[in-house]
């Protein structure tokens, strides 16, 4: 069966530190994966994807994710947090099945 | 291009009432999809709709839930009766179309207070 394991459920960085948000995922092929964000009280909001291609995907508000088959992970990273991220953030596998999973979540919290 | 539409924002109802959400997706996506989010929790899939079809109600507790998309734009989501397990965040998305590599677009969804 598919999943999606976000092994931090919260974590805390002070502003300006780097940022690497952990995600792991079961499925037999290549899946196709995302991360969203969801800031409190909103909707979730797509920061990038990847389906093939370079394993390395760049996405909105200078965020950017790592495919690695062999871990069978898609961490986020960014390389300076802003007070701005403080939110939710959520990896999501696709499959050629037409379904979707989500992971549980990290909660992120910026330190000025 | 404006984005999916969700109302109301925000109900508070007492158990064994019923509710209704409504839905309205970015204009041409013919996918549409529920999902309930229980706090601390990643989204549930209840309901997956292509065009006016039903794709995926697999996780729909269809004795007290149901969903509606009649001429394939907008849907209703529908409790009754609610039960206190029902409290949290119901998401509305669209895509352009269905399949695991299309990115969806979310509502900012209504949350649901049971009492």
């Known amino acids: 069966a598919q999943s999606v394991t976000q092994p931090d459920i919260h974590i805390t960085v002070s502003e300006g530190a780097s940022l690497e948000l952990r995600c792991n995922y079961s499925?037999?092929?290549?899946?196709?994966l995302f991360w969203y964000v969801q800031s409190p009280g909103q909707g979730l909001q797509l920061l990038l994807k990847y389906f093939s291609g370079d394993t390395l995907v760049q996405g909105i508000k200078g965020f950017e994710a790592e495919f690695k088959r062999s871990q069978s992970s898609f961490n986020l990273r960014k390389p300076s947090v802003h007070w701005s991220d403080a939110a939710e953030y959520f990896c999501a596998v696709g499959n050629t099945g037409n379904q979707f999973y989500f992971g549980t979540g990290t909660s992120l919290t910026v330190i000025p | 291009e404006a984005g999916v539409a969700q109302s109301p924002r925000y109900k508070i109802i007492e158990k064994r009432q019923s509710v209704a959400f409504w839905c309205n997706p970015i204009s041409g996506h013919a996918t549409l999809y529920w999902y309930q989010q229980i706090l601390g929790q990643g989204p549930k899939l209840l309901i997956q709709f292509q065009n006016n079809g039903v794709v995926d109600d697999s996780q729909l507790p269809k004795d007290r839930f149901s969903a509606e998309r009649l001429k394939g734009v907008d849907s209703t989501l529908k409790i009754q009766p609610a039960k206190l397990e029902d409290s949290a965040v119901y998401l509305c998305?669209?895509?352009?179309?269905?399949?695991?590599?299309?990115?969806?677009?979310f509502g900012d969804g209504t949350r649901l207070s049971i009492l």
């Open positions: 499925y037999g092929a290549t899946p196709y």
């Open positions: 998305a669209s895509s352009e179309q269905g399949g695991g590599n299309q990115p969806q677009h």
